[in-house]
């Protein structure tokens, strides 16, 4: 049964063309200037980089995304991580290494997509006056960009399906027009013409550099497959796709008509296809196209980063939800990396055509991911035999690594500052999940039964103080039998901590992303609990709510008592307490400890510094709640 949000109707249509397509729907203000730009301007040259596009466009988008990855559909989510969330259970350990990939690139470009969209579009000015401020005018915009991000997209978001409506109609407008008066150019759509350039141009891997810039926004197509589902993707590609060539190539027409035989240069032919009277609000719609190109880069990148701390790959940071909808987050540190990496990237490299050089990269880097993930699920989940899949993944990583090795000349002119961006990120996921990995090695886990009674005599010596009626414990161990020695000896060693009742508390990550369900077990008839909270990839986790709603279904089933032990109140019908002791592990290394090993601690210890703490990360009352501090060795 389908979703509402996942069926198929006009305003469904129109929600996907304002999510979905912003980012790939915007390339056709700097494709064909990043082709042409200092080449000769011939025949060859044109009609090539224009069967590259289509061809590309037919392979990478249609083919790999629209109508392959889709397939991927994990409960109604996309995205690298949710790829990597439907095969971890069966892929090798090495593949969450390539989801950290895609994720850092795709990072990276949620800084790049607002930095050159912006200013490509506001560059359209200096076709009505040369002397236009345009760095100030982007600026100014990427401010109230991300300065809206804290209050939500619920009521611009409406607008976004209409904007993008305009948008892809003028794109097919201007290139039709073009088109009608050059028909000519449609025989680019033969291929021979993509392997004439390939083959006998001089700067060809530059130019497939710059033709790799026509599908940067396939990616999205898979990751926003949750927000409307893949059939009105589908569906609409086909009216985006036709408005996308039908540009491209009315821009090869004017090109060709007015440039041929001249070093191309100084121009944009987006705006060129534009009558003069049309400029000004041609730039306006192509600033506000752009914008919802961003605005879908960012909210990405929060949802990706959300994902990625349910995952473990990113340390626990503060998650806002500024509207009802709970796909809809804001997380202020991301939002503040991705102001200042645009802004840094727009000052220093001035023109969308410098940036041009630090756009591509990324997105090559989250496709060859996209791509690897992509095998274990065709193979493990729609069974498919391993000569197509091998087949499939060969033809895709050729077509990737040609893309990337057209990309590394961009190296010296600005690739670097990707590169580097997507090495920090990459850093902090890996530290993050290996030292994760190790503090849970150096955890030792005890089977409760065989302390049951130790824990049972604290609770019925009454001359122990109560420490409180409930106490619970926040468990890492997955077997239900088992817990943290640290926990035992809380219990009874440092300070006796008396209760009538002790529960261990315990969430399981499930492949579901929104599932919330709880499993209760009884270990100890009477005495030790334990509840284990299954949530899906994207739900946070949130004990002053979850925990207390299933406390009271278990006492309306009647297999807890809620009422407090305490005669004068319980006479009241008042509630029991419930204290929650939260453990934060420390470390001490050893003068023998591998190096690797405290390095990779003190790096983590540093991100630790940064990271929310984790009783507010999962919403425990502080009220109820004690901290207490466990060295590990």
């Known amino acids: 049964m389908k979703s509402a949000h996942n069926k198929v ?4 249509l129109l929600v996907t063309l304002g999510i979905v397509f912003g980012d790939i ?22 009609y090539g980089g224009l069967s590259c596009i289509f061809w590309t466009l037919t392979l990478q988008a249609t083919f790999k995304y629209v109508w392959i990855t889709l397939q991927a559909d994990n409960h109604g989510e996309g995205g690298v991580l949710s790829l990597f969330s439907l095969i971890k259970r069966t892929a090798p350990r090495w593949t969450i290494y390539v989801a950290m990939l895609g994720c850092a690139a795709l990072l990276a470009d949620g800084m790049i997509t607002p930095a050159i969209s912006l200013t490509a579009s506001v560059e359209g000015l200096k076709t009505l006056n040369d002397s236009v401020p345009v760095l100030p005018i982007v600026i100014v915009i990427l401010v109230g960009l991300f300065t809206f991000q804290q209050f939500g997209t619920d009521k611009i978001g409406k607008s976004f399906g209409p904007i993008m409506l305009v948008w892809f109609s003028m794109l097919l407008i201007l290139g039709f027009i073009s088109l009608v008066e050059h028909p000519y150019v449609l025989k680019a759509i033969n291929p021979y013409y993509a392997y004439e350039l390939l083959t006998a141009h001089p700067g060809a891997w530059v130019i497939i550099g710059a033709v790799f810039l026509s599908v940067t926004g396939a990616e999205a197509m898979y ?35 007015h440039v041929q035989g001249q070093v191309f240069g100084g121009i944009n032919p987006f705006f060129e296809l534009m009558p003069r009277w049309f400029v000004g609000m041609g730039v306006v719609i192509a600033s506000l196209a752009s914008v919802v190109a961003s605005q879908a880069l960012i ?4 949802s990706l980063i959300n994902e990625a ?30 102001f200042l990496g645009s802004v840094t990237i727009v000052l220093y490299f001035q023109t969308s055509l410098a940036m041009e050089a630090v756009y591509g990269v990324a997105v090559n880097f989250t496709m060859l991911s996209t791509t690897f993930l992509l ?14 899949c091998i087949a499939l993944t060969l033809l895709f990583t050729t077509v990737e690594l040609c893309f990337l090795a057209a990309n590394t000349h961009k190296l010296a002119h600005g690739a670097g500052f990707t590169m580097v961006i997507m090495i920090i990120f990459m850093c902090i996921m ?11 090695r150096k955890k030792k886990f005890v089977d409760v039964h065989q302390y049951e009674d130790i824990i049972t005599d604290v609770s019925n010596d009454h001359e122990i103080p109560k420490y409180a009626t409930n106490i619970v414990y926040l468990t890492s161990a997955y077997s239900i039998h088992r817990m943290e020695k640290q926990i035992l000896k809380s219990i009874y060693q440092k300070q006796p901590k008396r209760a009538d009742a002790y529960w261990l508390l315990h969430f399981n990550e499930t492949e579901v992303p929104y599932q919330q369900e709880y499993d209760f077990h009884e270990i100890v008839k009477g005495k030790i609990f334990r509840l284990d909270f299954n949530l899906g990839y994207k739900v946070k986790p949130n004990v002053r709510e979850m925990f207390v709603n299933a406390v009271e279904d278990l006492s309306r089933k009647g297999v807890v008592d809620l009422l407090n032990r305490y005669e004068s109140l319980r006479k009241h019908k008042v509630s029991a307490d419930f204290l929650f002791i939260v453990m934060r592990n420390t470390f001490n290394l050893d003068s023998d400890s ?4 405290v390095f990779l601690l003190n790096m983590y210890s540093l991100l630790q510094r940064v990271e929310e703490p984790p009783e507010q990360y999962l919403g425990i009352d502080r009220n109820s709640l004690l901290v207490e501090y466990i060295a590990l060795r």
Request: net charge positive; proline share 3%; no cysteine.
């Open 223 to 257: 990751a926003d497959l949750g927000h409307v589902g893949k059939t009105n993707i589908r569906i609409t590609w086909i009216f985006v796709k036709a408005a996308l060539l039908i540009n491209y190539f009315g821009q090869g027409a004017w090109v060709l008509e």
């Open 25 to 46: 729907g915007t390339s056709p203000l700097y494709v064909i200037s990043s082709i042409l730009n200092k080449n000769l301007v011939t025949e060859s040259l044109v």
């Open 299 to 302: 909210s990405g990148s929060f």
């Open 375 to 388: 095998v274990f699920f065709l193979r493990k989940k729609l069974h498919w035999d391993w000569f197509r």
């Open 309 to 338: 701390v349910k995952l473990e790959t990113w340390f626990r940071v503060q998650i806002l939800y500024p509207s009802k909808h709970r796909q809809q987050i804001f997380i202020p540190m991301i939002n503040h990396i991705l």
């Open 594 to 597: 591998p190096i690797q090993e």
């Open 430 to 440: 890996m530290i993050h999940y290996q030292a994760k990995h190790v503090l849970l």
């Open 9 to 12: 109707t006009g305003a469904a």
